[in-house]
């Protein structure tokens, strides 16, 4: 099956300082890809839809501008957590789908923030 | 009221024991349903797709009532493997819904 392949698996960083979490999809060309983000003994929540060449699609109650995503080619997404707090620490993960079938998942970010 | 809802649990059972998760979706507009295992800060991993006919792949039974929007998973003969958080899932669109997750703990 697909591959996605998500980095780094932790981070700690100090408050106010920028993350960038890559996804990319080994054998297979994600035209959209999905970021997730998941706090202790919660479901996981959509973030934002990104799609290739095109600007991502948020949820609402995601800032954008905290929240920078690009998917500038076919086998890259990219995540960078800007200025980020200590209510940012949470588990970020990465997939993308076919056909609302089955989605292929990275394996995940921790982040904390110190 | 959540797009989909689950027991927590945790659910503790000993070893071979039959135990079953239920799962309750809002949105009569769910399309296709899924159950996921997750394990403690991993990815989720697909168990099974969930029919309206139901469908068994060995120890586990998905089962699907589109009428009362209520999705069940069966384990049978539980193994000590098969702690982990299990998420029910649902399509809306092209997005993924989660449930919170129900977590198993199997004792030996």
């Known amino acids: 099956g697909a591959v996605v392949s998500q980095h780094p698996s932790w981070v700690i960083c100090k408050s106010g300082t920028s993350v960038k979490i890559e996804c990319r999809s080994l054998?297979?060309?994600?035209?959209?890809m999905f970021w997730y983000r998941q706090f202790p003994k919660q479901s996981l929540m959509l973030m934002a839809t990104s799609n290739e060449g095109s600007k991502a699609t948020y949820e609402q109650g995601v800032e954008k501008d905290k929240f920078l995503i690009n998917h500038a080619s076919l086998t890259l997404s990219t995540l960078t957590v800007t200025s980020a707090h200590p209510e940012d620490s949470s588990f970020y993960i990465c997939?993308?789908?076919?056909?609302?079938?089955?989605?292929?998942f990275g394996s995940g970010t921790q982040l904390s923030v110190l | 009221r959540k797009e989909v809802e689950q027991d927590p649990g945790p659910f503790n059972v000993p070893e071979g024991a039959t135990v079953a998760f239920n799962c309750t979706y809002s949105n009569s507009a769910s399309q296709s349903f899924f159950w996921y295992r997750q394990d403690c800060r991993k990815e989720p991993k697909l168990l099974m797709s969930v029919y309206s006919s139901g469908n068994e792949d060995g120890r586990f039974t998905a089962q699907l009532n589109r009428a009362s929007q209520y999705i069940s998973l069966l384990i049978r003969d539980s193994k000590l493997s098969d702690s982990a958080t299990y998420l029910c899932v649902v399509t809306l669109g092209n997005k993924l819904v989660f449930g919170a997750g129900t977590i198993l703990r199997v004792k030996s």
């Open positions: 054998d297979f060309q994600a035209t959209t």
């Open positions: 997939s993308f789908g076919r056909n609302n079938e089955k989605l292929f």
